[in-house]
Structure formats: C-alpha cells, structure tokens
C-alpha cells in the first residue's frame, strides 16, 4: 500500500507525490460508516502521468448490477439491478408488465408505471425479486431507467421437447424469446383456459398461451386446422410448467409440416 487518507466534509480526498504509473484505488466503508450503500467499482484505477494529476470519481449506490442469471438465485423480496434488453415491451401482453433478457437469462418485469419503453430497449431496472406460481420476477418498488437501444434480440431455435421438459424456473431458456418449429396447433381450452393450445411435433408438446392482450391481438381463430407453424415467443413458466407466449402475429409463420 502507498497511502491511506480520508475523505473531507465533502467528500472529497487527495493523495500527494503518487508515483507515476496505474494505481488501484480503493474505497474502504463499514456500514456504520455509510448506511447501505455499496461502491460497485472497487477497486477503481487511477493512472499517474509525470507532472499530472489524476481523478478518480467513487460512486455509491444502494445496490450493483447483477446478471439475470444471479438476479433469480436471489431470495424474494431481495432487492436487484439488472441489465437487459426489451423482448416484450408493456402492452404486449398487459401493460404493467414487461420481459427483458441479457446473456444470461430472461426475465420478467410486473407492476410497471413506465412507459415510452420499446422493443429492442435496453434499460436498467430495479426492483424487488418475486415469485407468481413458480414464475420469478421484478415486481415491487420498480424503477425502468432507458440506457440505450439495440436491435431486436434474435430468438434461440429450440426443440418442442426440450423447452416444454423445463420445470425449473431459474432455467436460462425461462423468460427468454425462443422459436419452435414446425408444429401443430392443438385445440383451445388446454386446462380449461381459452387461450392455451398444444404445440406438437414428432409427439412432444408444449403449452402455448395467448397472454391477454395477445389473445386479442392474434386470436384463437388465426391458426388453422392441418397446418404447421414456426411460433417464437416468451418461453414463461406457471406452476412448473412452461409455455410459449407469442407477442403478436409476426411471430407466428406458416411452414411446411415436416
């Protein structure tokens, strides 16, 4: 260690003849000294030119930016920032709700008064993790903040199988935008709910849901009898079984059956 120093009245601290180089800088709080807040960024590097000064700006926040991934480890009513981009913007299925995804994972964000949000928007938000019939979510005390844009996150292909075999919520696939391929679209009212149907192919299944505003939006009547279809959606889960939530009717494609 060089040097050590506090910090003044205002927060601000200097250290005096640092040799010339790249430095770390850190930040040392208990929290009797600074309550909840955390330094996300610590240590930060500070490099030192001859005759020069450097500044260094450290940053407190209630909480750090988490993966997605991490974020559904946490407990409910655990608080968590994460990172992502907009796949269902609010009003796609109701509009208090929304769902985001990174490299991680996706996740679903519910109870929001935010609006302007788009498809493709990459926003920060903050929130409490809950949990709705095995479904994990950001759903109280929740702040969307717009970072930036993006293009349009690309769904992954994945097996009728293999996304309908999901029971577990914290699955990286659960939340995310995915696309099946050439299946049958069974009869509505699957488990006495008028928007679900069965998606079959090659005898495996998963559960599609018209998820309110989409069951308006694409309607029951849109799919035909003796047809087959690519189908990308929102791969959500209720009471540990999964489904397939198209947003819109682009996301619905007519193909050969195989």
Do not use: H, K, W
């Given at each position: 260690?060089?040097?050590?120093?506090e910090t003044d009245a205002g927060g601000f601290f200097a250290f005096e003849n640092v040799p010339v180089g790249t430095h770390d800088v850190?930040?040392?709080?208990?929290?009797?000294?600074?309550?909840?807040?955390?330094?996300?960024?610590?240590?930060?590097?500070?490099?030192?030119?001859?005759?020069?000064?450097?500044?260094?700006?450290?940053?407190g926040t209630i909480a750090c930016i988490i993966d997605i991934a991490e974020a559904k480890e946490l407990p409910t009513n655990e608080l968590a920032v994460v990172v992502g981009v907009v796949t269902a913007q609010p009003g796609v299925y109701r509009g208090n709700n929304m769902y985001i995804q990174d490299e991680t994972g996706g996740l679903q964000i519910f109870g929001l008064t935010a609006s302007g949000i788009e498809r493709g928007d990459i926003v920060e938000v903050r929130g409490l993790i809950g949990v709705f019939n095995d479904e994990i979510q950001i759903d109280e005390n929740v702040v969307v903040e717009e970072i930036g844009q993006t293009a349009p996150v690309v769904p992954e292909v994945v097996?009728?199988?293999d996304a309908g075999g999901i029971t577990d919520a914290k699955d990286p696939l659960v939340g995310t935008l995915i696309t099946v391929e050439g299946v049958s679209v069974g009869a509505f009212g699957e488990g006495g709910q008028d928007a679900n149907a069965n998606l079959t192919r090659d005898g495996e299944t998963i559960?599609?849901?018209?998820?309110?505003?989409?069951?308006?939006?694409?309607?029951?009547?849109f799919f035909e009898a003796g047809t087959c279809y690519d189908i990308t959606g929102v791969l959500g889960i209720f009471r540990g079984v999964t489904q397939i939530k198209p947003r819109d009717t682009a996301d619905i494609e007519e193909v050969t059956c195989p």
């Open positions: 260690m060089l040097d050590e120093t850190y930040v040392v709080a208990t929290p009797e000294e600074i309550g909840e807040v955390v330094v996300c960024r610590n240590p930060m590097q500070a490099s030192v030119y001859r005759d020069d000064q450097a500044f260094v700006t450290p940053i097996g009728v199988g559960l599609m849901r018209l998820d309110t505003n989409a069951e308006d939006n694409i309607g029951v009547d």
